[in-house]
């Protein structure tokens, strides 16, 4: 893979992994079969879209039917070999169509980095056939991990290998991105990225690179045990890793309860004390959602980052993938998709984070659209499939004690709005005067917000006109840690794979081979992409424990939690008070 061969406007492509030969895709020692039947619709359901998907047991490529039935969306699909596979596709048709319509089609990526030699996808990346450029992409820095969860396969112990790519493998990964010409935006991701002993360096080292948004996923255990043993030493380190670049913490947090929460719950009020100390101060929250585990918690963990949010700036909901194969009834036990997660969130903060104020991601493409026009600077977008995300701002208003919230859709007419701006977009491309349309944007701003609906100590129109026309930035800083962003991903699974989805990916892995690979195919066709890159790479346990000790991996460098202590803390205490098992 690593050899180039041949050239395309400058740039390299690299080999594709796999060819098409003889009506069958050959990756690696894999056959996989394409095609097979477009299954039926019974007489209740209602075809909405056809689209391409795979057979959980071979990766067979297959047609697939996504209809309606009860008002739901199911997707299914039939291999010759393995029989019929359906799941739930998306729990809510009407908030599928209020989506459907915000859909832009993406610029693709300026480059391809591979040649085309099979179907998507089998063909990453990216290939030619790509319909969006990188937005957020994940580097990972090490497959060492201090936990052990029971449902990763991907920690050094458990693949038999540790892969840490050096800082040269990593200036050669952020070079390739480079390639796009375009904000490039990282997050550093593991294993457990906080285990590199030179993650500062990593971090200088991208930041020195051009990456202009650098985040850091971590489960949050290595602050907490350093400010366990030495608070001030906690301090400095997260100060440090702030000082060389990082903006932003991603860090899982799936409940506010031992329950729903068993991965972090008792270290995250030390981690996040450490954050507050070191002004770390833009923590995004990270829950994975699991149907009948913590579904029932959604909106206590909206309470949670009201309470805490001099540190927390948004909360990503994020669906469970459900990875390996699994019994039908086990996916109907687990499975939740993103219309669910909206509504119990709605009905978990007593109806005031309505589902109809979270707006696809795509909705980004028609603010891209307008600065593009007024600027004449080619914009970063962010147009992947509607089904596959959605976001919304809420202001968070105290009343005696409680924070309340207020989703800006509630004061701001959103959808006005956005149609508003798309018009002014194609004003602009036609030629209006730049200048006489920036006046007029601003003027009629003004008439999509509600003052009366809207928060009562703070004025969102002088924040705009200060921010538009005197550039003044007071006002945005008062408000950013007045709102909370709201996200959701559903990232997909061997289930209820769609090809259409997967093709508008924005949220890709750097890997040192060179490639830039979609997170639906890396994780989901794990051992085609995820595993066999890593593998490639990889240092044998043997070779790490030579060079680094045999504390640096095994039962020696694993947590061990000793949860009364951490539970007797006042930190503990006091974070969790409001919130009950
Ligand atoms: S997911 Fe994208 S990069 Fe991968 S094969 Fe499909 S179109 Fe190509
Ligand atoms: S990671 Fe998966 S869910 Fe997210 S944009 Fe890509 S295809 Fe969609």
Redo the contacts with the bound molecule.
Sequence with gaps: MAQVETENKGFRLLPAPSKFENGEVKFGDRDIKIGGPLPKLAQDEKLIRVTHSLCPACYRLLPATIFEKDEKMYIRKICPEHGEFEDLYYGDVGMYYKFDYWEYEGKGPRVPYVDLKSP????????P??HQHSALVNLVITNRCDLSCWYCFFYAEKAGYVFEPTLEQIKFMVDQLKRQDTTIVIQVTGGEPTLREDIVEVIKLLRESGVRHIQLNSWGGTFAKMYMADPDKAVRYAIALREAGVNTVYMSFDGTTRKTNPKNHWEVPYTLEVFRRAGMTSVVLVPTVIKTVNDHDLGNIVKFAARNMDVVRAINFQPVSLTGMMKRNMRAKFRITIPEVLKNIEDQTDGEVTRDSWYPIGTSVVFSRLVEALTGKEQFEMANHPSCGAGTYIYIEWRNGEPHFIPISKFIDLEGLLEYFKEKAEELKEGANKYWIGMKLLYNVRKFIDKEKGPKDFDVYKMLYNVVVSHNYEALGEWHYRTLFLGTMHFMDLYNYDINR??R?DIHYVVPDGRV??FC?YNVLNDLYRDKVLREYQIPLDDWIKKHGENSLGDAMKYRRVASTLEKGEIYKETYKYFNE
């Design positions: 998507c996808p089998y063909n990453c990346g990216l290939c056939m790509h997967v093709m990916c690979i979609p195919t």
